[in-house]
């Protein structure tokens, strides 16, 4: 892979962002406007389309996003697209949806070609846009946004990697549903979180639901269909028969990007097997590493897009894109977009963006040393700014206990409810006001390389001691993908690997964790697959940190494990230090386990929430789509804290079980 160019080397002038002062990178801008406010009004008709329009479509095109060598859109290539799509008789395309890598666009640069879109084509095809986030906030934002530049519809995903509750999960879809005409996109090997059927029965209920895009399978789909819920199939693979066998109103297609009209035939010309036959091995192919790696390599390769990839996306390997050649002669070239013969492109070909940057170096064997972080919560106002009182009391609390380190802004701290001007604010509070007594280490990951490099930048620049970063969750990348996008970071300092599949979709193997710990950067891994995985760590010398608060005492005395990235300890910090610190005690990690068994009921932070709030520590504060446990679960909380001991426990108020009335529910912040 290292023959692969970068952009430093097509373009004149490199890139560099100043480390001697605190902004925002422009990338992560959240929104086209400096509010990122832009209420749809009553009086907003701009290509306004009723829910029915949205759910008599069959055809509706994920439609690839193509760049210039710089990295910016390609636009001219990109209307190209489009327009080989409505001769070919798509009905609807989705705009900076997972193949359109929306995952990786600035907020700005999603609206922007949103709006393009619509401008362009709008009056030919039904523009579907890409507006969901794992955020309720950003997801109401960006909608608004798109419903604004005069969007059809939306496309919302539940919350990815930072999970929620099925009342989350209603709540966060409430809050955008009645802005317009909606589809709602299940695919929990993306998410992490599957959207049940009976959720979906309830949100039905809204006349703005136009349906679903199910990637589950044609048993979900009949289930759908039985109950008068309009659905597209999400597999290219399983869209024939979902069509002509189980109801379904059409596809949310991927490879109709490289052979539309045989889709459309597909779609609309009643049952051929035949000819789903005959395209199966090219969707094998498309699929054999995480969309859009594949669509990205086969359109390169027919020339209808330049070779232009945006890590953590890299081309398939040669011998794929040989065999692609070959899928194209059996298949016709006639049916395949674009005129150019198409071509096996070399290594040298492919232009990656962005280029490997940064030279912040630090030592790592402090980071390497240290027992027991805690991954710490983050309290916030009425308003849902942040309470950094309650906050600076938190950490107080993590020092006094001999907690060696935080977390600022991971996932226990809803880095992903986090616009980067509050993630970057809140670890340089942190360092000023505590760095000199407790290790800083920000979660400046992030699913787009870009947002990571950028943001590890800023978090070096206002002094965090290390990083924490997550493989690219979602829009998931290929292993090569996972090198380069590591690669982009581990230069700049001080990094934890974060291994999290149930919430990012993807296990890094541990030959990847080998290859990376090449780098005298990597401190080690949190790792959350559990104890075998880490003693396969631990014996070939690489530091490792328990990422499972219930498995963190044998990983520590059993298989070799530094220490613990703990949730729990927000709650107990001084009886995990115990647990880490003074040797086997099967005793009290017994003592603990109802209470870790209780905390992760509901996908974290949600029960950290609650217990916090029930301890009088935080505000009863929820930021959506996390909202509070059930009363029978806050009930159970008291009784845990007697049983365990309340002088365990942070805080000094008396433990409450709080009413549903006592929480504050917050969409906008």
């Not at 969750?473 to 690997?497: A, C, E, Q, R």
Request: aromatic fraction near 8%; include cysteine; glycine fraction near 10%.
């Amino acid at each position: 892979m290292a023959t692969f160019k970068t952009y430093s080397s097509v373009c004149t002038t490199g890139i560099a962002f100043p480390r001697s002062s605190y902004r925002k990178p422009k990338p992560t801008q959240a929104a086209i406007v400096p509010s990122f406010h832009l209420p749809m009004r009553s009086s907003e008709v701009k290509n306004r389309t009723s829910t029915e329009d949205i759910k008599s479509l069959r055809l509706i095109t994920a439609i690839k996003t193509p760049y210039l060598p710089d990295g910016r859109f390609d636009l001219e290539a990109y209307d190209d697209l489009m327009n080989t799509q409505i001769e070919n008789g798509a009905e609807g395309v989705i705009v900076g949806g997972t193949t359109g890598e929306g995952q990786l666009m600035s907020w700005d640069e999603h609206i922007m070609l949103i709006g393009h879109t619509v401008n362009c084509f709008g009056g030919k095809i039904k523009v579907i846009g890409n507006t969901g986030s794992n955020s309720t906030r950003e997801a109401i934002h960006a909608t608004e946004q798109g419903f604004a530049v005069g969007m059809h519809a939306a496309l919302h995903i539940n919350p990815y990697y930072g999970k929620t509750s099925l009342n989350g999960l209603i709540s966060h879809f409430d809050s955008v549903l009645s802005m317009g005409p909606t589809i709602i996109y299940n695919v929990p090997s993306r998410t992490g979180q599957d959207i049940p059927p009976h959720i979906i029965q309830t949100l039905a209920k809204s006349v703005s639901l136009a349906g679903v895009k199910e990637c589950v399978g044609n048993d979900r789909i009949k289930q759908y269909t039985d109950n008068g819920i309009v659905v597209w199939s999400g597999n290219d693979d399983q869209c024939h028969d979902a069509r002509w066998g189980y109801g379904a109103t059409g596809v949310i297609s991927v490879v109709s990007n490289l052979v539309p009209g045989l889709i459309r035939e597909l779609m609309f010309a009643g049952n051929n097997p035949a000819l789903n036959s005959k395209l199966l091995p090219l969707i094998d192919w498309l699929f054999h590493e995480p969309n859009p790696i594949g669509l990205n390599t086969a359109l390169a390769q027919l020339g209808v897009v330049r070779p232009v990839f945006r890590l953590p996306y890299v081309p398939l390997r040669v011998e794929k894109r040989i065999e692609f050649v070959n899928l194209v002669k059996n298949i016709g070239r006639k049916h395949f977009v674009g005129e150019k013969d198409v071509e096996v492109l070399d290594d040298n070909d492919f232009i990656m963006n962005p280029p490997m940057v940064g030279a912040h170096w630090t030592s790592t064997e402090d980071i390497k040393s240290l027992r027991l972080i805690t991954a710490i919560k983050t309290p916030y106002l009425p308003d849902g700014r942040f309470d950094l009182e309650a906050y600076d009391d938190l950490m107080n609390t993590q020092i006094e206990n001999g907690a060696e380190g935080v977390i600022v802004g991971g996932t226990t701290g809803e880095g992903q409810l986090m616009s980067w001007d509050e993630h970057i604010m809140l670890i340089g509070h942190t360092v000023n006001c505590f760095g000199g007594k407790i290790k800083v280490i920000g979660n400046t990951g992030s699913n787009s390389t870009r947002e990571a490099i950028h943001a590890t930048e800023q978090g070096f620049a206002v002094g965090m001691h290390a990083a924490l970063h997550i493989n690219p969750y979602y829009g998931k990348t290929s292993l090569n993908g996972l090198i380069s996008h590591f690669d982009s970071v581990l230069s700049m300092g001080p990094t934890i690997i974060y291994n999290v599949p149930s919430r990012t979709g993807q296990d890094i193997p541990p030959h990847i964790i080998q290859t990376l710990a090449k780098s005298v950067s990597l401190a080690g891994v949190k790792e959350c697959v559990g104890n075998d995985r880490i003693k396969q760590y631990t014996d070939n010398g690489i530091v490792v940190w328990s990422g499972n608060d219930d498995q963190c005492h044998d990983a520590r005395w059993g298989y070799g494990a530094t220490g613990v990235i703990s949730v729990v300890s927000n709650l107990v910090p001084g009886l995990i230090r115990e647990l880490m610190f003074a040797g086997n005690n099967p005793a009290l990690n017994s003592k603990l386990l109802p209470l870790i068994d209780w905390l992760f009921h509901e996908p974290n932070p949600i029960g950290l929430n609650t217990a916090l709030a029930q301890l009088g520590v935080v505000r009863p504060v929820f930021r959506l789509p996390y909202v509070p446990l059930r009363v029978e679960k806050r009930i159970e909380f008291v009784n845990l804290v007697k049983n365990i001991g309340r002088k365990h426990f942070v805080g000094e108020k008396d433990v409450e079980v709080l009413d549903d009335n006592d929480f504050i529910m917050v969409r906008r912040y």
